[in-house]
């Protein structure tokens, strides 16, 4: 079955730059129509979708984070990694990677991580 | 950028009832919406894509609807364990700038 974890710190301090890894299984990025996104969200407020890989290495980001983050994929660790720079206060959330399913012409996340809580105090 | 906008924001209802939730975008995004449902301490769970179609292992009770600008997610008769926090999101972009709503609260009467 396809499972999804996130790991990284729990604490960042202002400027900082935030690293997370996205472990799954189930899966492999090294396969045709593949993609991991990461998707944040605040404590009490909507989710926000950051960025997205695709198997053939394609790289998507979020219009207003995209100076500020890098995706990447180790497909022989079936891991994608997100680097987020100069973290603020207001970057604190809890980080989640999901798989994006691709069904005829349309885009869901079908499964998601647990998540995993940053906040970001100095 | 795409914005989608919930209402209501909160709703309170009872087990048995039959429950709408509106999804307006921002411009035209043919059926590419989709619907999910979190639990306080947990990832969100797809519920619906493509506007309409229901994901595998969803009851049946959830039931989407709208194309264009205006979407509504109905659960026909709640039970006690749809109690959640409900968002809906567009995958219209291209490039991908996927967006939420900003969620809308179901709690109990």
């Known amino acids: 079955q396809v499972t999804l974890k996130e790991s990284g710190p729990a604490l960042v301090k202002p400027t900082q730059t935030l690293t997370l890894t996205c472990s799954f299984s189930g899966f492999s990025l090294s396969t045709s129509g593949m993609r991991v996104s990461w998707i944040r969200q605040p404590p009490g407020k909507a989710p926000e979708w950051l960025a997205r890989i695709d198997w053939d290495d394609d790289k998507f980001y979020s219009t207003s984070l995209k100076t500020r983050l890098t995706i990447s994929k180790d497909t022989s660790k079936n891991q994608v990694v997100l680097t987020m720079t100069n973290m603020d206060p207001v970057d604190t959330a809890t980080y989640y990677c999901?798989?994006?399913?691709?069904?005829?012409?349309?885009?869901?996340?079908?499964?998601w991580g647990q998540g995993t809580l940053v906040t970001v105090s100095s | 950028d795409i914005q989608m906008t919930q209402s209501p924001s909160s709703l309170s209802a009872s087990v048995g009832d039959r429950v709408t939730i509106t999804c307006r975008a921002s411009q035209s995004i043919s059926i590419y919406l989709n619907w999910y449902q979190q639990k306080v301490g947990k990832a969100p769970n797809l519920l619906i894509y493509?506007?309409?179609s229901l994901q595998s292992g969803v009851p049946s009770r959830f039931s989407g609807s709208g194309s264009g600008t205006d979407f509504t997610l109905t659960i026909s008769s709640l039970q006690p364990e749809d109690f959640a926090t409900y968002y809906c999101q567009q995958s219209y972009s291209t490039p991908p700038m996927y967006t939420f709503g900003q969620g809308t609260k179901l709690e109990i009467k």
């Open positions: 999901a798989r994006v399913h691709k069904h005829d012409y349309f885009y869901y996340f079908d499964f």
């Open positions: 493509a506007a309409s």
